[in-house]
């Protein structure tokens, strides 16, 4: 194995591409970069509003993974494009994904998604929504709002964290595996893409759950993961067992080399949407490492190249890689 260091050190060597980025797999589709966009619905969650508890997931804060922006949706909207006009990274861009993220936006009545997605209708430059959600949250009436919608982009943001019922009612969740696997074979049912978050580094897990966590997922049909360690948000009950030294993130060398062998049993056709966790600085208690994102990504990529290791070389294709004519950018 190698050190962590020895992996930064060799990152700058890296080619080619080893695994299915949603990045790439956007611009293939639309010919051009294309920005997601947070935006808080003042939505609510079943597991905070007291219908099953008040205290949320342990890992959740106030915001509930939102932004903070205040504001009709299309004000948010602009507010992020204005802010993007600024970016010499992001000053051109012309394409966009509404992301509903903030705490579980199918919660509610079928006709308060439907009223929510009619707002996002001819937002300047919208190319699709993703809308983030909890498995416990969607029946056939919300999958056919949601599959009539003729954007070329539409993904359920699924929060699954875990094939583990030991674990999720740990975290209390507040439901189990068998509602994210129905909610996953319904979705597919309707043909709504489904982006499946899970969670390395939760209380009681060791790596190997993480991993069989993984390989459950691979199985069903998902079109798209999210992976992160888990991470401590200030003001939350896990901080309070983290100040408390009942529990312990993960290294940022333990999660890159997890993340690593979780792309090599993900099936190629998964797209990847993320590699990382996003805390802002206000809310990170611990691990310092999350912040820095852009270090953990290229820590997975040198792990994936130092054993030459891809996406789906353990699963749908052991013998090439199939991204190996791209170069990885720089
Ligand atoms: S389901 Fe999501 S919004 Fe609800 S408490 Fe858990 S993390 Fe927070």
């Not at 209390?172 to 597919?188: D, F, P, T, V």
Request: hydrophobic share 40%; net charge neutral.
């Amino acid at each position: 194995m190698f050190t962590f260091s020895e992996i930064k050190m060799k990152r700058r060597e890296m080619r080619p591409v080893r695994y299915h980025g949603f990045d790439m797999w956007l611009r293939a589709r639309h010919g051009e970069k294309v920005q997601k966009i947070p935006l808080d619905a003042g939505s609510d969650c079943p597991n905070r509003d007291g219908t099953l508890g008040r205290g949320g997931c342990i890992f959740c804060n106030a915001l509930g993974s939102g932004s903070g922006i205040g504001g009709s949706l299309s004000e948010q909207w602009n507010h992020w494009r204005r802010s993007f006009a600024q970016s010499d990274r992001l000053k051109h861009t012309r394409l966009f994904l509404g992301y509903l993220q903030a705490f579980t936006n199918t919660y509610g009545t079928a006709d308060r998604l439907r009223i929510l997605l009619d707002e996002l209708e001819g937002l300047p430059g919208l190319v699709g929504v993703c809308v983030g959600t909890r498995p416990d949250c969607l029946d056939r009436e919300k999958m056919s709002i949601l599959a009539a919608r003729s954007w070329p982009e539409l993904w359920l943001e699924l929060g699954v964290q875990s094939r583990h019922d030991a674990t999720l009612a740990r975290i209390r969740r507040g439901h189990g595996a068998e509602a994210s696997e129905q909610a996953i074979l319904l979705a597919a049912e309707y043909g709504v893409k489904v982006c499946a978050h899970l969670m390395a580094g939760l209380p009681g897990e060791t790596g190997e759950d993480f991993l069989e966590s993984v390989r459950w997922l691979a199985n069903l049909p998902v079109s798209g993961v999210k992976l992160h360690g888990l991470y401590v948000c200030g003001g939350t009950d896990l901080e309070t067992d983290w100040k408390a030294g009942n529990y312990i993130p993960l290294e940022q060398d333990e999660y890159a080399l997890l993340a690593a062998r979780a792309l090599t049993l993900l099936p190629s056709r998964v797209v990847v949407h993320r590699l990382t966790g996003d805390p802002s600085p206000g809310e990170l208690a611990a691990p310092d490492w999350a912040l820095r994102k852009g270090e953990t990504v290229r820590a997975i990529d040198a792990i994936l190249h130092m054993n030459d290791w891809w996406q789906g070389c353990r699963a749908d294709c052991p013998a090439r890689n199939p991204w190996a004519d791209i170069p990885a950018p720089r």
